[in-house]
């Protein structure tokens, strides 16, 4: 599998292709995707400067968003999703690699309509607007 990986803090030109290790099957209420595109947002910027702490389990590669089809499902994923799907996910990290595991409560349906190139910078925006307009209205 390829993955953008950063070879050290600094700017873009830190960013390496390289061939990794594949990932594992998606466990318990977990989704493979195939991504398709990836959002790129502060928190990759500062990933990539070395200012972030990756939180225990999460991908060490960059990207927090992804848009992509599903590939497989792991035991107990909602009905609501089935292999085929496009979808958009938020991410702890590894939306810049081709395929990604993402617990299946962090995926949104790409609205139709919309590529999955737009659908990658979806998630957060998304997010941000829920929080903002319902929990600090």
């Excluded at 594949?22 to 195939?34: M, N, S």
């Excluded at 991504?35 to 939180?55: C, F, K, M, S």
């Excluded at 996910?89 to 299946?104: D, F, I, R, S």
């Excluded at 979806?122 to 903002?132: I, M």
Aim: aromatic content about 6%.
């Amino acid at each position: 599998m390829r993955a953008v990986a950063i070879a050290r803090p600094g700017g873009a030109e830190v960013l390496e292709e390289r061939e990794v290790d594949d990932l594992p099957a998606p466990g318990e209420g977990e989704v493979l995707l195939e991504v398709a595109a990836a959002g790129v947002n502060r928190t990759d910027t500062i990933q990539r400067q070395g200012g972030y702490t990756l939180p225990p389990g999460a991908s060490p590669y960059p990207g927090f968003e992804c848009s992509g089809t599903i590939l497989a499902l792991g035991a107990n994923v909602h009905p609501r999703w089935a292999v085929g799907d496009q979808v958009c996910a938020l991410l702890n990290g590894g939306g810049y690699a081709e395929k990604v595991v993402v617990p299946a409560g962090l995926l949104l349906p790409v609205p139709e309509g919309v590529s999955l190139t737009d659908a990658a910078g979806l998630a957060e925006v998304a997010c941000t607007v829920w929080s903002t307009v319902f929990n600090y209205s």
